[in-house]
């Protein structure tokens, strides 16, 4: 195991030109369409992701393959990877390789990590690859790996005083942050296969063994994380047993959204569902809601290392993050600094997706700008905050987004776009207002007895919030169009919109928000004539 101090300086933003060349030695991508491919062998499971990259904002994953070589189990007692394990990596990288040409993706980076890197043959094993393939594959160091894991947690959250565990199949990696910053690294042998090789040899596992594995999980943290005396705020979890876990939690309450991004899972559940799965069979656990196949025979292993080190730094929850090593290595590509703050997150990334699905830029900026003076005009009005604001910003530039599936109820359509294409910097409650106000922006209004659905997410008096969000963006649609910009202010129950002499916005678009605000606000919307 190693600790060390650490400092993980941000990218030459110059490092986007053409012909230029990272410390990981490839060529960033140009701003443009082009796909990037990125290869992930790890020591349980190897994964290609390819991604689309707006001039702005975060990429985003247009395909995704998942394999099991399961490379720690086949590491021999001499520290060796075995001929079948290395032939079952070698299938998997020849199969990425033919999906990357296939598409056409030029740009693309491999690494290996874990076991790989621990094998006393990797040199051998490296070999193989350079003669059955040409991806670029290297292995790379622990401090390397948490390096990639921060840059692709800090591409989606954003960071201060926190904790990133980065939990695979054959090793821990901890990465301390204060200020944003990396200071402390810990690389531990307390992967998730790994453990379970060790110290789980039946199936269901006997009480004995859980309780070995979480003392020999206790002292290996005892001894790794000695700078973990001061707690972190947050625990920010990366790799598939946290989303497992996220996805577990997500199934017992009907969760009303699909992305565990960002979702905070408590330790008292982990619990529970440590005790709930330990009685069940590897093959009884595939069946369990919210949990994939591939992970039932590894996630109690898998459990037992987050619950301890919950307990180690005094946590009684974690955030799980659904970016990680990969989107790194993607940014890495790109030669992007991170964003500085939550609004950049959101922001940014809802750019990324208007440019990826075409969406005028003009239109949704008009869209926002009246949205976002509408909103900040009403404030003492409407009560609302900084979470609802971000979360109509968003909603402003993506209202159209629905109209790349079909134009009739678009509004619809762009509701469950805004809702599943990964957008960072908002809350789980944030993404939904965004939403739904995105659905309502053409003047149909959330029903009520929809609410009850989305409990799990919004607060019990989240439906006036939501209807005047919509009844914002609704008027703000509809005036969006006229020229020059209108001027409003608002006296009593009256807000008054006045008009340059120029193109007047449509009249029936602009009734149909009229009715919405009133019924939102309780107050007439009358329009007038700047003189």
């Known amino acids: 195991m190693t600790a060390r101090q650490v400092h993980f300086p941000e990218p030459d933003p110059g490092t986007g030109a053409p012909g230029t060349r990272t410390e990981m030695g490839v060529t960033p991508l140009a701003h443009g369409a082009e796909e990037i491919g990125v290869v992930d062998l790890g020591s349980n499971s190897a994964r290609l992701a390819i991604y689309a990259a707006a001039p702005m904002g975060p990429p985003w994953i247009v395909y995704e393959s998942k394999e099991l070589p399961r ?54 094993f490296l070999t193989r690859v350079r003669q059955s393939t040409t991806l670029p594959l290297r292995v790379i160091s622990g401090e390397e790996e948490a390096r990639y894991a921060y840059r692709g947690v800090r591409s989606s959250l954003t960071l201060e005083d926190d904790l990133i565990a980065d939990l695979g199949g054959g090793t821990l990696q901890l990465l301390r942050v ?18 379970h090789r060790e110290f789980l040899p039946h199936d269901p596992p006997k009480r004995r063994e859980l309780q070995a594995l979480r003392d020999y999980v206790d002292a290996t943290l005892e001894d790794g994380v000695g700078w973990a005396d001061l707690p972190p705020a947050r625990l920010v979890g990366v790799g598939g047993t946290f989303r497992a876990a996220g996805h577990l939690l997500q199934a017992s309450r009907h969760y009303p959204l699909v992305r565990v991004h960002g979702l905070e899972v408590g330790r008292r559940f982990l619990l529970s569902e440590m005790a709930r799965l330990s009685e069940l069979s590897a093959e009884e656990r595939r069946t369990v809601p919210g949990l994939s196949a591939d992970r039932s025979d590894i996630i109690l292993a898998g459990l037992v290392v987050i619950s301890r080190l919950l307990r180690r730094v005094a946590l009684k929850r974690f955030t799980v993050s659904a970016c990680g090593i990969r989107e790194g290595l993607a940014q890495e590509l790109l030669g992007r600094p991170a964003p500085l703050s939550r609004r950049d997150l959101a922001v940014g990334s809802a750019q990324s997706m208007a440019w990826g699905f075409h969406l005028s830029f003009g239109h949704g900026g008009r869209v926002r700008e009246m949205a976002l003076g509408l909103f900040d005009l009403l404030r003492s009005r409407h009560g609302l905050g ?120 449509s009249p029936r678009s602009f009734q149909r928000a009229k009715r919405f605000f009133k019924r939102a606000f309780d107050m007439e919307v009358r329009l007038g004539t700047l003189r």
């Open 71 to 124: 490379l720690a189990a086949g590491l021999d007692e001499r520290g060796r990877l075995t001929p079948l394990a290395q032939r079952n990596a070698l299938e998997t990288l020849e199969r990425f390789q033919k999906i990357l040409d296939d598409r056409g993706v030029r740009r693309r980076v491999a690494v290996a990590t874990g076991v790989v890197r621990q094998a006393v043959n990797r040199s051998a």
């Open 178 to 195: 204060r200020s944003g910053n990396p200071v402390h690294m810990a690389s531990l042998p307390l992967g998730a296969l790994r453990m």
């Open 386 to 505: 900084d979470e609802e604001r971000l979360a109509l910003e968003v909603a402003a530039l993506l209202h159209d987004s629905g109209t790349v599936i079909s134009y009739p109820e678009h509004p619809k359509h762009s509701r469950y776009l805004v809702e599943n294409h990964p957008l960072y910097g908002l809350t789980h409650r944030a993404l939904l207002l965004a939403s739904l106000a995105v659905a309502q922006h053409e003047g149909d209004e959330t029903r009520e007895d929809e609410i009850p659905r989305l409990r799990p997410v919004l607060l019990s008096d989240d439906l006036p919030a939501i209807r005047r969000l919509g009844a914002m963006l609704a008027i703000a649609e509809s005036l969006a169009e006229g020229r020059p910009r209108p001027q409003m202010a608002w006296r009593g129950s009256l807000l008054l919109v006045r008009l340059a002499r120029g193109i007047p916005p």
